[in-house]
């Protein structure tokens, strides 16, 4: 059995309403709608066939909602999103075991309320943020309330990479070329938000809490030598007060902390990635995911080479088991 804990879906619905309210230059007409499977149910059951066993846990693709719609309006598309996900879990319960609602998180205070109806009525398995809210860092006091209720509900959040290719390499120039802004961008914002997090104290208010990061923490695992030794001198090349302070407000080394994050295996079958995040994390640590239906074949090559790494880890089959399904089993409450 391998449940897919981070693929993406544009519920058609939500879709039509996403392209009638999107800003131009988001390059949704030429991106997604390259990719039918987003929102093609049926091209996705022809992918997800390939594989007996194979079921997905759906988490909603970029954009993320606050970059497309202002405060007053994201509450409702984020319902749209949560009713309409919702609802083919309910439909197809033995292809989608569970969903993961997304946010406004432009706005705080619905963020919060529809992060009850969704989990309260619509029986969603967590939350999804991104790694920053149109800029703003997630240590920031107004996102401490999420944080804290998904704790005390004892639900994972998953944190997906958010980067726009306006997010300029260098000063002076208008965007991003080459796509860097994807390839090297999300993985250092999804290190940068952990980092964030970690020194905000997120883990010593809830150290229960559990934050599945996408692409196996991104960064982290190959930086940990540097993270280890170079973090435990915060404060000593610099005068900045904060960064001297920031080591007597944590109870741990920065790195233990950086261990509790949870990691997802959508590394598109690089598997010296994979062995990295695998020995950082722990197999306990680690759910199987693909990121389908980016990739070729509709994300049927993700899922392949995905599976085809795990396969052939040098690991106990318990651990492998771990991270194919039980993992998520546990933590999602399946």
């Given at each position: 059995?391998?449940?897919?804990?981070?693929?993406?879906?544009?519920?058609?619905?939500?879709?039509?309403?996403?392209?009638?309210?999107?800003?131009?230059g988001?390059?949704?007409?030429?991106?997604?709608?390259?990719?039918?499977?987003?929102?093609?149910?049926?091209?996705?059951?022809?992918?997800?066939?390939?594989w007996?066993g194979?079921?997905?846990?759906?988490?909603?693709a970029?954009?993320?909602?606050?970059?497309?719609?202002?405060?007053?309006?994201?509450?409702?598309?984020?319902r749209?999103?949560?009713?309409?996900?919702?609802?083919?879990?309910e439909?197809?319960?033995?292809?989608?075991?569970?969903?993961?609602?997304?946010?406004?998180?432009?706005?705080?205070?619905?963020?919060?309320?529809?992060l009850?109806?969704?989990?309260?009525?619509?029986?969603?398995?967590?939350?999804q943020?991104f790694?920053?809210?149109?800029?703003?860092?997630?240590?920031?006091?107004e996102?401490?309330?999420?944080?804290?209720?998904?704790?005390?509900?004892?639900?994972?959040?998953?944190?997906?990479?958010?980067?726009?290719?306006?997010?300029?390499?260098?000063a002076?120039e208008?965007?991003?070329?080459?796509?860097?802004?994807?390839?090297?961008?999300?993985?250092?914002?999804?290190?940068v938000?952990?980092?964030?997090?970690?020194?905000?104290?997120?883990?010593?208010?809830?150290?229960g809490?559990?934050i599945i990061?996408?692409?196996?923490g991104?960064?982290?695992?190959?930086?940990?030598?540097?993270i280890?030794?170079?973090?435990d001198?915060?404060?000593?090349?610099?005068?900045?007060?904060?960064?001297?302070?920031?080591?007597?407000?944590?109870?741990?080394?920065?790195?233990?902390?950086?261990?509790?994050?949870?990691?997802d295996?959508?590394?598109?079958?690089a598997?010296?990635?994979?062995?990295?995040?695998?020995?950082?994390?722990?197999?306990?640590?680690?759910?199987?995911?693909?990121?389908a239906?980016?990739?070729?074949?509709g994300?049927?090559?993700?899922?392949?080479?995905?599976?085809?790494?795990?396969?052939?880890?040098d690991?106990?089959d318990?651990?492998?088991?771990?991270?194919?399904?039980r993992?998520?089993?546990?933590?999602?409450?399946?």
């Open positions: 059995m391998k449940i897919d804990v981070f693929p993406h879906i544009l519920p058609r619905r939500y879709f039509e309403c996403l392209l009638a309210v999107a800003p131009l988001l390059a949704l007409q030429k991106r997604m709608s390259g990719i039918p499977v987003l929102v093609d149910l049926d091209l996705r059951f022809t992918m997800m066939d390939r007996e194979y079921v997905q846990v759906l988490t909603l970029n954009p993320p909602i606050e970059v497309v719609a202002p405060p007053a309006a994201s509450p409702d598309l984020a749209i999103a949560n009713d309409e996900m919702a609802a083919i879990v439909r197809h319960p033995h292809r989608f075991p569970a969903f993961v609602a997304s946010l406004p998180m432009n706005n705080p205070d619905a963020a919060l309320a529809e009850e109806r969704a989990i309260d009525h619509l029986g969603a398995t967590g939350v943020i790694t920053n809210v149109n800029g703003r860092p997630l240590d920031r006091p996102y401490e309330p999420i944080f804290a209720r998904m704790a005390d509900r004892g639900l994972p959040i998953w944190m997906h990479p958010a980067r726009p290719a306006t997010f300029a390499d260098y002076g208008p965007r991003s070329k080459y796509d860097l802004w994807w390839a090297f961008g999300w993985p250092y914002e999804t290190s938000a952990m980092g964030r997090l970690v020194f905000s104290g997120l883990f010593d208010r809830h150290p809490l559990v990061t996408h692409h196996l991104a960064m982290i695992p190959f930086c940990e030598g540097r280890g030794g170079g973090l001198q915060l404060g000593a090349r610099s005068d900045d007060p904060d960064d001297g302070g920031a080591l007597g407000r944590l109870a741990r080394r920065p790195l233990d902390y950086f261990r509790m994050f949870y990691g295996t959508a590394l598109f079958g598997w010296h990635a994979m062995e990295s995040g695998l020995a950082f994390f722990g197999a306990d640590h680690v759910l199987f995911a693909s990121d239906p980016f990739g070729a074949e994300g049927a090559s993700y899922v392949r080479e995905t599976m085809k790494v795990i396969a052939a880890l690991i106990p318990a651990d492998k088991e771990k991270i194919c399904y993992n998520a089993q546990a933590l999602f409450k399946l």
